[in-house]
């Protein structure tokens, strides 16, 4: 069976600093993986996607993730954070190999300070 | 059309009302999914329809009642719900796994 865990249910940063949000997942086959980033009172926007090749991915706003087998991890990144960051962020990964069930991680809320 | 458009975006039921919850997408997707997510909380899976047969049903209750009339459609049927089942919920639908396309949601209150 697969699972997500997120470290840090919130993170706070400074406007400009580097953003890392934590993910380790667990899976009995080859994972598809995924962040989604979600606005107050609205659903969520997928940033990116791993599903086979290059380990690095780059997804849209800035953010990219990096696929690490060895150590079961999907961090996502972004070198500055802007304001417009604010958000939750959730790692998630199929829970089967056919793809027909995602299941997400507890969720980050990450913080932007002026 | 990239977007899965999910209607209303807020409801407020009494305990003995009969609703309906639509979601609707067109990017030609086989496989559409509810999701229940309560404040804080990620969203929780209920329903996976494929190719318009309901494939899971993550034991959930009987109030709530899933349909899939064709393969862009999909319906949450609520019946004698409980202020608990306040949340939003959430539509999405996928091709093969590779990607899912979320709605915006519906906003449930249940007074």
């Known amino acids: 069976a697969q699972s997500v865990t997120q470290l840090g249910s919130h993170v706070s940063v400074s406007e400009g600093a580097l953003v890392l949000l934590r993910c380790n997942y667990s899976?009995?086959?080859?994972?598809?993986l995924f962040w989604y980033v979600q606005y107050p009172n609205q659903g969520l926007q997928l940033l990116l996607k791993?599903?086979?090749?290059?380990?690095l991915v780059k997804g849209i706003n800035g953010f990219e993730a990096e696929f690490k087998k060895s150590e079961t991890s999907f961090h996502l990144t972004k070198p500055s954070a802007h304001m417009s960051d604010a958000a939750e962020y959730f790692c998630?990964?199929?829970?089967?190999?056919?793809?027909?069930?995602?299941?997400f991680g507890g969720g980050t809320r990450l913080m932007v300070k002026p | 059309d990239t977007e899965v458009t999910q209607t209303p975006k807020h409801l407020v039921m009494g305990m003995t009302n009969k609703k309906s919850l639509k979601c609707e997408q067109h990017?030609?997707?086989?496989?559409m999914y509810w999701y229940k997510q309560k404040a804080k909380k990620p969203p929780e899976l209920m329903f996976v329809?494929?190719?318009?047969?309901?494939?899971i049903n993550e034991s959930v209750p009987s109030r709530f009642s899933p349909e899939c009339p064709n393969s862009s459609l999909l319906n949450l049927h609520l019946h004698a719900l409980q202020p608990e089942d306040s949340a939003l919920y959430l539509c999405?639908?996928?091709?093969?796994?590779?990607?899912?396309?979320f709605g915006s949601g519906t906003r449930l209150t249940v007074v």
């Open positions: 999405a639908s996928s091709q093969d796994g590779y990607g899912y396309t």
């Open positions: 990017m030609g997707h086989r496989a």
């Open positions: 329809y494929s190719y318009e047969k309901l494939s």
């Open positions: 899976s009995s086959v080859p994972p598809y």
């Open positions: 998630a990964v199929t829970r089967d190999n056919a793809g027909n069930m995602l299941t």
């Open positions: 791993y599903t086979t090749g290059a380990t």
